[in-house]
């Protein structure tokens, strides 16, 4: 049963959440809110009848057996009082493992299921960094806030009901003065409200430079340019501004219910000096006069009606900006199918891009402006172009992360907006620019290219290490395939970053998948290495189709077409020798430009 709906969030829908996630928790903690604000109330008219009773006693007008039931009353509450604490600790630890278990795969699933635009818009992004870690803890978090909020209603009431079904106008009298301290409160509560979201946003950019302040790929740049000193200084100034600004409001707000709170003392001593008018006049009894002094000083003292009502609503507004959050989260569009394992056996004998137009979403500049060009079976092609020509942008349309493009794609004259995403993952696998490196087993990192795939055993993982040139690092390590990677877990190895990238491009020849992808997985690596790369996978891919992106062109004279980016239109294509023939043609020109490079370092590299 799925929690997460595509509904407008609210307080309701929070106590909706968790009672689903965990019924009989959800339930324990509401009943302990609400007997801690009925336990005040009851003591009320317990401590009557036991002064009334033991004056009763004492005066021997009734046997002492008269004052066992509120004796054993006011113990049964010190007994409360007692173990409350411990218990609900445990059962904190308890509900704390329910909600983790039952709300984290529900949030990681919707993540997982988004429009791949939401992933890479920069507003959105950041509304999935805002949602989605603290999705538990806030759900609850909330919850306990509205039974905090009831828990403070039903204490307020309480005290006001008993004191009303005695004296009703010192009920009312009471009321009254709870209502400046009630007005100060919500203001002081929204204030601080926009406060924390300042802060707040301030906090994510802060948590962004720290982590480029630790972060291992920024170390290098880091120490190069020692940036770090400056970066923290001028953060440090902001967030000491923020605080600066909040330390004066707060203690504004402080001082305002400080003294609201203290008008409402004043009041409610006055209005207990009132009282002793009924207690002469023996309207109430005296051990009803004492339990109603103890119930109203205990709720001034508690700091309940001030602070509490302050920090209630306070808190109450600060979750409103979750909730706004939450329902635009589960509002944005799901891919269907995006969680699918690809498709096995996938086949194809030709894609074709037909008049195909791209615009960003939300942008208005053609990346790509109607090209068209085909992708036969085995056969290996090229893209070059400038960075920002948009090679990886036909990637990205080409495995379905965005389907909004003009024109078709069509895959053996099918079209591609018609396949399901399970068969547009069957059918190629890339290996990107910023391909990941998981801190998993070396077995396992090449092994999930195959998730659902039975055939892909250990003897296709071992193939695909053996083809990516892999073997002598695999030796090497301590624990051959299944030595973790990476630095999370103990006795983890790193590997350099020629030989994560050769781990990513077993990643893809273990893959199924029909069409292997390049796109500048190199960029890192000098020229000559990176066509020493490209040549390798070529040999480790025959049979297979192969596309090839790069801005250098190395790699370029190994490919059966040659497709010549610019300006979103492809202004070129053909073999190797063929563009190389063409007057005043851009690849040529580039590729007689870049030649120099391997010509000046090229002893027994590449030949050009
Ligand atoms: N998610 C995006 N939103 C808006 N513009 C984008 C996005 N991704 C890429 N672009 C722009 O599209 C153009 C082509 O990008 P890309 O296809 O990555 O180029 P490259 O040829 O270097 O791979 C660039 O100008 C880039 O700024
Ligand atoms: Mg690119």
Redo the contacts with the bound molecule.
Sequence with gaps: MMILKQKKYGFFDMIAISFKTSPFYSLIFAAKYIADALIPVASIFITADFINSAMAVYSKQTGISSIYMPVALLAAIMAYNAAIGTIMNFAECRRNIYFRKRLVPEIIEKQAKLEY?HI??PETADLIERVCPKFPESIWEMYSQVLHAVNLAISIMGILAALFLQVWWVAVGMAISLLPILSIASKAGRRSYDIDRAEAELGRRMKYLSEVMKSREAAGERSLYGYTGDLSLKYGEKFDSIRKFKLKVESKNFIRWKMGGLVSSVYSIIIMFAMLVPVSMGDIDLGMFIGLMNGVFGLISSNIVSWGIYGTIRDLAKRREYQKDLTQFVRLEEREGATDIPAKNMAFGKIEFKNVSFK????D?L?LDDISFAIEKGGHYS?V????????????LLTGLYSNYGGEILVDGRSLRDFAQSEIKGLSSVVY?DFAKYHISLYDNIAIAGIGDDALGVQSVKNAVELAGLSGAVKNLKHGLNTPLGKIQEGGADLSGGEWQRVAMARSVASNAPLKIL??PTAALDPISESAVYKNFESISKRRTTIF?S?RLGSTKLADIIYV?SEGKIVERGPHSRLMALEGGIYAEMFDSQANWYKAGGEGGFDV
Excluded: C, S
């Excluded at 960003?360 to 942008?363: L, R, V």
């Excluded at 172009?385 to 990205?396: S, V, Y």
């Design positions: 635009r890479e818009n960003y979403p939300g942008t500049k990346i893209f172009g400038k960075n920002g020509a948009g090679k990886t942008t036909i990637i990205k620019q796109d500048e992106i801005h980016l």
